[in-house]
């Protein structure tokens, strides 16, 4: 299981970004993929889950309405479009998978997901 992660950077708060993950060695459409961030100094947090298998999707309390997470199938890759970012969304991001069938009302949870990408940085500045 191979994930390529790309889009973190630095911006500025209420501005954009969009990450991606790539996602290769399992089975994209059967199994959900997650987002998962960690800031200096704090525990790692689900951040959003897609399951292709039911068409479901998943968000942190903290970044609804604020962040939408999208798949392109034909490309295996997952999207993250964070938008009106604030310094508190800064950290390391990961996409994780394998995990569950299905996503459920709440945040991810790190214990369900198998492989992890290596992790890619987002700076909000205020």
């Known amino acids: 299981v191979h994930f390529v992660e790309s889009g973190g950077g630095l911006v500025q708060a209420g501005g954009s970004l969009r990450l991606s993950c790539e996602a290769s060695?399992?089975?994209?459409?059967?199994?959900?993929i997650g987002w998962f961030r960690q800031a200096p100094g704090k525990t790692r947090e689900g951040v959003s889950c897609y399951s292709a298998r039911y068409g479901s999707t998943s968000y942190a309390d903290s970044v609804k309405g604020r962040f939408t997470i999208s798949r392109d199938g034909a490309k295996n890759t997952v999207f993250l479009q964070m938008d009106s970012l604030k310094p508190e969304d800064s950290g390391v991001y990961y996409c994780?998978?394998?995990?569950?069938?299905?996503?459920?009302?709440?945040?991810?949870?790190?214990?369900?997901?198998?492989?992890w990408g290596q992790g890619i940085q987002v700076t909000v500045s205020s």
């Open positions: 060695g399992f089975d994209f459409k059967e199994y959900a």
């Open positions: 994780a998978g394998p995990g569950p069938r299905g996503c459920t009302d709440v945040a991810p949870q790190d214990y369900e997901y198998d492989y």
